[in-house]
């Protein structure tokens, strides 16, 4: 019992799952660059009546089993040269008209149940021939109703009248127009060629008009005169002769006017071409002084940046010299004075310490001398006094003396010889120690010997050498 009841339990989740399996294959979602296109029992529409199909652009919807089935339509744009050749104008001359079309199915909702019920189930190819026919009529059609100066000159105008003709006939199969791109339009006339010289072109065929009337004229006048001159031969000699004359000052004055309106069309071409050659000309020089303004202008600016530029340089470059030159100036002269400042600093300590030893010898050479100042003195220069000696022998002893010529006339008052007298002024001329002493405010020592109060030093050494 309990394995039957499973079993009816499986078969049952089976079946449902079958069916859910069933029912969720038949929920179709439509692509962004498609149509869903349901088709079957799919309701009624506004007035009533079945509906053929049901057109869903984006979204989902269930698919009855059974009773209905779906398609895809394709929005892939169609592109597709439509080259149309010979159509006729309204001027009745025959242009070629190349051109490139872009169409695609529409997802308006009225041109939608067009493109289900004509298109569904066509190749894009089938579709793009369709179109393509759709096209080439309403072409001609159009280019029916307009000039050539129309169609090549405003073609906003050209492209305005096809999207409204092509588009209206392309929707009623389910198409909408996408891009009209109308490349060169020309004719085997040469009509488009012309048209700069239309004035022209027209005076010459009206002057060529004038002339073949006037011509016409004068042959059906000659013709008449002829005729009349056989019928009435002797009789009308004159009158033919008249006829031939008034016939013939027609056709000069038929030429004369010919001529006339020649040369009038031809002074209106010169002059449409001296015109257009002067504006061109006043256009090409206006052009040309604008372009020497401006490069006048833009050399000016060029110059003047050049010089102020390198002036502005220059000086920037001399202030930076100028500064550097001073600042080098500057530090040479701290540097030197600096370098002064401590070899007199170094002379300065150097004069001390020398003074402060010499002063510390002299406090202790007065300490040796027991405290007396002047004893230490006498010490001193009793020291040096070989020095002071040598030095005073050095001053005679430098003198070169080559020759002494001596007339020794005797004794003088004195009672000393020239000789003796020589000798005593070469002597003389050496300064006294005791002399030197008193010059530097000293006095000799009596150590040394004491001053002679009735004779003077020279005196005694020159009683010495007698």
């Known amino acids: 019992m309990d394995f039957a009841v499973l079993l009816v339990i499986c078969v049952v989740v089976v079946i449902l799952f079958a069916s859910m399996i069933a029912i969720l294959s038949r929920y179709r979602k439509c692509p962004s660059d498609k149509i869903l296109v349901i088709y079957g029992k799919v309701g009624m529409d506004e007035f009533g009546q079945p509906r053929s199909a049901k057109c869903i652009h984006g979204g989902a919807a269930f698919i009855v089993p059974v009773i209905q089935s779906y398609q895809y339509l394709d929005l892939t744009p169609i592109s597709m040269n439509v080259d149309l050749k010979n159509a006729l104008s309204r001027q009745n001359i025959r242009i070629n008209v190349p051109s490139r079309f872009t169409v695609g199915i529409s997802t308006e909702a009225g041109v939608m149940q067009n493109a289900a019920e004509r298109l569904l189930g066509l190749k894009m190819i089938e579709i793009q021939e369709l179109a393509k026919d759709i096209i080439f009529g309403q072409l001609r059609l ?68 004038s002339v073949a009337e006037q011509n016409r004229d004068g042959e059906i006048g000659q013709a008449n005169a002829q005729q009349e001159q056989r019928v009435q031969v002797a009789k009308a000699n004159a009158s033919a002769i008249e006829g031939e004359n008034k016939a013939r000052v027609a056709v000069a004055q038929s030429e004369a006017v010919r001529r006339e309106r020649e040369a009038e069309s031809l002074r209106q071409a010169t002059a449409a071409e001296a015109v257009q050659s002067a504006k061109a000309k006043q256009e090409a020089y206006y052009a040309q002084q604008e372009a020497e ?29 100028a500064e550097a030159e001073a600042e080098v100036t500057r530090r040479k002269a701290r540097g030197e004075a600096d370098a002064i400042f401590a070899r007199m600093e170094a002379e300065a300590k150097g004069q001390q310490e020398i003074l402060t030893r010499q002063a510390e010898g002299m406090r202790k050479i007065v300490e040796a001398a027991g405290g007396d100042a002047n004893c230490a003195v006498k010490l001193l220069i009793a020291e040096k006094i070989e020095e002071l000696v040598a030095l005073q022998v050095e001053a005679v002893k430098n003198i070169k003396i080559d020759k002494v010529t001596v007339w020794d006339n005797g004794q003088n008052s004195n009672g000393k010889t020239s000789t003796a007298n020589f000798i005593s002024g070469m002597m003389g001329a050496v300064p006294p120690l005791n002399e030197l002493f008193k010059q530097a405010g000293m006095e000799l020592p009596e150590l040394l010997g004491k001053e002679i109060e009735s004779k003077t030093e020279s005196e005694v050494l020159e009683e010495n050498i007698d």
């Open 142 to 209: 159009i280019i029916a109703t307009m000039d050539i100066e129309e169609i090549n000159a405003d073609r906003d105008k050209f492209l305005i009248a096809i999207s409204k003709n092509v588009e209206i006939e392309l929707k009623k199969i389910g198409l909408r127009l996408i891009n009209v791109n109308v490349t060169d339009i020309t004719d085997e006339s040469g009509y488009l060629d012309a048209l700069g010289k239309e004035a022209a072109a027209k005076a010459v065929n009206d002057a060529k008009r």
């Open 293 to 321: 303004l401006t490069r006048a202008e833009l050399e000016k600016a060029t110059q003047k940046a050049d010089v102020i530029v390198k002036a502005e340089i220059a000086k920037e470059q001399a202030e930076i010299a």
